[in-house]
């Protein structure tokens, strides 16, 4: 059955067309002058509330006389300097080490505060072994590797076996001679060892390094004084999750955002249009037209807007200049919104882009505070 | 243009028509018009409903607009659109489209006449419709637009939001119904002939 083509379209009158787009045309600008319609929250978080109790009762119910299994209390051992030996799990820590191990016959759990350990783990099937340093997750499958945390950054080196380290629902496996940091992702022991080697020979960074216990990130050692030195002002500046802090708000102020092309008198977003509009211009002119709108839509306060706008140029397969800039505009604009997943996300998308910059470390210590 | 140049003429279009500016707005109308109107009618055949249909599914466009996230290219999103306005009407049982029955005269229209054959295409739509006034929304969706629109099958379930397995039955299910109603109809039978078209256009 061949049906394409057989079927012609009536072509509509030219008059009833009109007719149509003029209609279209008053619709449009009636709508665009309507405040948009508010979404009828409380009205939502009524119902979701009312729903969770309905579940929740149904599954009270539904429990109800059922013989509850207690779980096997884990052991719980404070780990400081000094070696340990689990029977199936060499642990050498450090002088500095602090963390808690949680041991059930299935699972032993390290949760590092500080410091920095050596492991030896005997593969065992069906048990699982993990090391938790702030958000990311290290599970081992039978191998030798250390952890070093400074409450910031961590960095993997495995030596034999293989690991996978899990962090915002990303699994990397790691294996011999290979290493995975916060900055880097993954990496090689060889490259690590070199980055040390480096830092040690430069002065500027060995100073800067002396408010951090780990030097393989120079750009957070690079902006965390700053950071501290709003925090321990004691103007009302502390960061706590879920809120846009004064001390956040003033590092992602003073990161310099790439300025908009300039096109003479005042700025619009409507100007940036009509240039982006005109014949003969480039993808990458076109890009940062667009990139200026969104920048004059986050200073004029229409974060939304501008987020619109940026939606535009953030495709993966975008390869224009304004992607870096636009892409931490992102960032700025939803961190300085609030702390929440959205935040996360545009600064683990910029930290996948783009690893060095003062850009990818303040997006970086973004990503710890969320985590802490 | 390359795609990805088109791509950024659409966001600076739809950046255009946010703003309310009527040049936008016409001009999107314009440029997609076309298409829109093609895809409606290939789905629900000559309809006297066509116009508030168009209009229907354009303002569902411009209400939407601020929702396009740039995922998918703006054809594309407003075809999905389009098809959600003609499942909409589909679905409406009351405003369901029936096909006018054919008069005795025209019942079966001698084929040497010159124009006979345009006839017996134009009849062979008509029949072709009626058969598909009996299939659900759902059937009738992915049967024209794959058999009559020409569109892949994967194409078609992203449209109608279904997966590729249950369009492949969809279409399969309302072939057979064509099928089985060609074969007590001749004039339908010898519109879904392969070729006919091309032999009236010679």
Redesign the interface.
């Known amino acids: ?7 012609p ?2 072509p ?1 009158e030219e008059e ?2 009109t ?3 003029r ?3 008053v ?3 009636e ?3 309507r405040p948009a319609a508010r979404a009828p929250s409380r009205m939502l978080a009524f119902a979701a509330v009312a729903f969770a109790v309905l579940v929740a009762g149904f599954i009270g119910w539904k429990l109800r006389g059922a013989d509850v299994v207690p779980a096997t209390e884990p052991e719980r051992i404070a780990l400081m300097q000094g070696k340990l030996d689990l029977g199936d799990a060499d642990i050498a820590s450090s002088p500095n080490a602090n963390a808690t191990i949680e041991r059930t016959p299935g699972r032993v759990v390290i949760v590092m505060k500080i410091g920095r350990l050596d492991l030896h783990v005997e593969h065992k099937p069906g048990r699982l072994f993990v090391v938790r340093a702030g958000d990311v997750e290290i599970e081992d499958v039978g191998t030798r590797f250390s952890v070093d945390y400074d409450g910031k950054n961590v960095d993997v080196r495995v030596t034999e076996g293989e690991v996978k380290v899990k962090r915002n629902g990303t699994v990397v496996a790691i294996k011999a001679n290979e290493a995975w940091t916060l900055e880097l992702g993954k990496t090689t022991i060889a490259v690590l060892a070199e980055r040390a080697a480096s830092h040690a020979t430069s002065p500027q960074t060995t100073a800067q390094t002396t408010t951090q216990t780990t030097a393989t990130n120079e750009n957070v050692v690079a902006i965390a004084p700053t950071a501290n030195a709003n925090a321990g002002s004691g103007s009302g500046t502390t960061t706590h999750k879920g809120g846009a802090t004064n001390a956040r708000k003033a590092i992602l102020g003073r990161t310099p955002q790439a300025p908009a092309i300039d096109l003479g008198g005042k700025p619009s ?2 100007s940036y ?1 009509d240039y ?2 005109e014949p003969g211009r480039t ?1 990458d002119e ?2 940062w ?2 990139y200026g ?1 969104a920048l004059l839509q986050h200073k004029t306060k229409h974060d939304k ?1 501008a987020l ?2 940026l ?3 953030l ?1 993966p ?3 224009v200049n304004a992607y870096k800039p636009a892409l931490w505009l992102q960032v700025r604009i939803r961190c300085l919104q609030a702390m929440d997943d959205k935040c996360r996300e545009a600064a683990s998308l910029y930290l996948q882009k783009f690893v060095s910059g003062p850009e990818a470390g303040i997006a970086q210590q973004i990503l710890s505070e969320i985590s802490q | 243009m ?1 795609v ?2 088109a ?2 003429e659409d ?2 279009l ?7 500016e ?1 040049a936008a ?2 001009e999107l ?2 440029r997609h ?1 076309g298409r829109v ?2 895809c409606l ?2 789905v629900l ?2 309809n006297r409903d ?2 508030d249909l ?2 229907e599914a ?2 569902q466009v ?2 939407s607009l ?1 929702g396009w ?2 995922e998918a290219s703006l054809a594309t999103w407003i075809d999905r659109v389009s098809v959600r306005v003609a499942y909409r009407y589909l679905s409406q049982k009351h405003r369901r489209i029936v096909t006018e029955p054919l008069t005795d005269d025209e019942a079966i229209p001698s084929t040497d006449a010159p124009g006979a054959r345009r006839q017996l ?1 134009r009849d ?2 008509k029949r ?1 419709y009626a058969v598909l006034d009996e299939l659900g929304a759902a059937s009738r969706l992915a049967f024209t637009l794959h ?4 569109r892949p099958l994967a194409d078609v379930a992203e449209l109608v939001g279904s997966s590729v397995t249950a369009t492949k039955l969809r279409v399969w299910r309302a ?1 057979k119904k ?2 089985q109603a060609a074969a007590a109809d001749p004039i339908l039978s010898e ?2 002939e ?1 070729g ?2 091309q032999k009236e256009s010679a």
């Open positions: 059955m061949k049906l394409v083509g057989k079927v379209v009536e509509l009833r067309l007719n149509i787009e209609n279209l045309v619709h449009v600008s709508m665009a002058q977003v409507k249009i982006a509009n993808l076109k890009a037209a667009l709108s807007e619109y706008t939606s535009g140029l495709r397969d975008r390869k | 390359t990805a140049t791509y950024v966001v600076l739809v950046d255009r028509c946010l703003t309310g009527p707005t016409r109308f314009r018009r109107h093609a009618f290939r055949g000559s066509m116009d168009l209009q354009f303002i411009f209400q601020r996230r740039a295409a062979g739509v072709l058999e009559i629109d020409g072939r064509v099928e519109f879904l392969p006919l078209m």
